[in-house]
T-cell receptor, first 115, second 114 residues
């Protein structure tokens, strides 16, 4: 079974629209970490955020915000007022404390922001 | 300074030939990883290392071997390349367990097996 599900394969929005990328995870551990990575067209993978399972506070960083809800096992990512530079593939990932050294990546959501 | 570099960036090779990809880090991190990225699969772990000469298999290790003789270098070898190994390969490093520290990724190696 998929540990991390990103059901949205591709999303297109017009510049300045808000967009939310969904991430649903599955774990039996009580201690775990969730991550988001961005992969722009240039191909590199860029770390965006890390959140541990005990911190359900939402986080905002500029136009980016993350909504972590343990009740629904979701860690969604919202981009406000999207820009063309936000066009990328976004990966959500889970790391369980007892497996320590492995990430479970989602299959990614490809976001295209249309000017 | 990138901190982690992969070489080569692009390679085309023939089926049946051995291929070695190199990952070099200047961060002195203990943990190093090799992933492959394929459409519809996201990133999948091939092998990882938790110290010099200490390695372990990941999810998709068949057909691959690794070596780590120095902290800074982690080599991935395709023993006899097949077309199914055409992929983008990413190296990653982590200061500690990824649960606590997350990854820093290299820029990737695009490998085509013809």
């Amino acid at each position: 079974a998929q540990k991390v599900t990103q059901a949205q394969t591709e999303i297109s929005v017009v510049e300045k629209e808000d967009v939310t990328l969904d991430c649903v995870y599955e774990t039996r551990d009580t201690t775990y970490y969730l991550f988001w990575y961005k992969q722009p067209p240039s191909g590199e993978l860029v770390f965006l955020i890390r959140r541990n399972s005990f911190d359900e506070q939402n986080e905002i960083s500029g136009r980016y915000s993350w909504n972590f809800q343990k009740s629904t096992s979701s860690f969604n990512f919202t981009i406000t007022a999207s820009q063309v530079v936000d066009s990328a593939v976004y990966f959500c990932a889970l790391s369980e404390i007892f497996t320590g050294n492995q990430f479970y990546f989602g299959t990614g959501t490809s976001l295209t922001v249309i000017p | 300074d990138a901190g982690i570099t992969q070489s080569p960036r692009h390679k085309v090779t023939e089926t049946g030939t051995p291929v070695t990809l190199r990952c070099h880090q200047t961060e002195n991190h203990r943990y190093m990883y090799w992933y492959r990225q394929d459409p519809g699969h996201g990133l999948r772990l091939i092998h990882y290392s938790y110290g010099v000469k200490d390695t372990d298999k990941g999810e998709v290790s068949d057909g691959y071997s690794v070596s780590r003789s120095k902290t800074e270098d982690f080599l991935l070898t395709l023993e006899s390349a097949t077309s199914s190994q055409t992929s983008v390969y990413f190296c990653a490093i982590s200061e500690g367990t990824v649960a606590n520290y997350g990854y820093t990724f290299g820029s990737g190696t695009r490998l085509t097996v013809v």
